[in-house]
Nanobody, 124 residues
Framework: QVQLVESGGGLVQAGGSLRLSCAAS????????IGWLRQAPGKEREFVAA????????YNAASVKGRFTISRDNAKNTVDLQMNSLKPEDTAIYYC?????????????????WGQGTQVTVSS
């Protein structure tokens, strides 16, 4: 049973930073893509960033490029999202998700397993 547990959310002022962490367990993820997606109130869930567990290749959405960095720690089985220069429009619930296979899909329906999410609020 795959389990994903997010942590690190909170309240931060615009221009600040937060680091989210996703602890993954239940199987080996060598042939999987781990993604971060977010959902703001009244909006659809949107892709933020993803990483291939085996190679470390990454892909970011255009809206966060240059501000967010996704990384993984094989020893700890975690995937982190470092978020810098945060904006009020980054306010959302951030979810960690796992997709079988190596591809940078931005469609939330392609992800097979989801965490419970962590709230990020950026004040202006």
């Amino acid at each position: 049973q795959v389990q994903l547990v997010e942590s690190g959310g909170g309240l931060v002022q615009a221009g600040g930073s937060l680091r989210l962490s996703c602890a993954a367990s239940g199987r080996t993820f060598s042939w999987h893509t781990i993604g971060w997606l977010r959902q703001a109130p009244g909006k659809e869930r949107e892709f933020v960033a993803a990483i291939w567990w085996s190679t470390g290749n990454t892909y970011n959405a255009a809206s966060v490029k240059g501000r967010f960095t996704i990384s993984r720690d094989n020893a700890k089985n975690t995937v982190d999202l470092q978020m810098n220069s945060l904006k009020p429009e980054d306010t959302a619930i951030y979810y960690c998700a796992v997709k079988e296979g190596l591809s940078f899909t931005t469609t939330s329906f392609d992800y097979n397993y989801w965490g419970q999410g962590t709230q990020v609020t950026v004040s202006s």
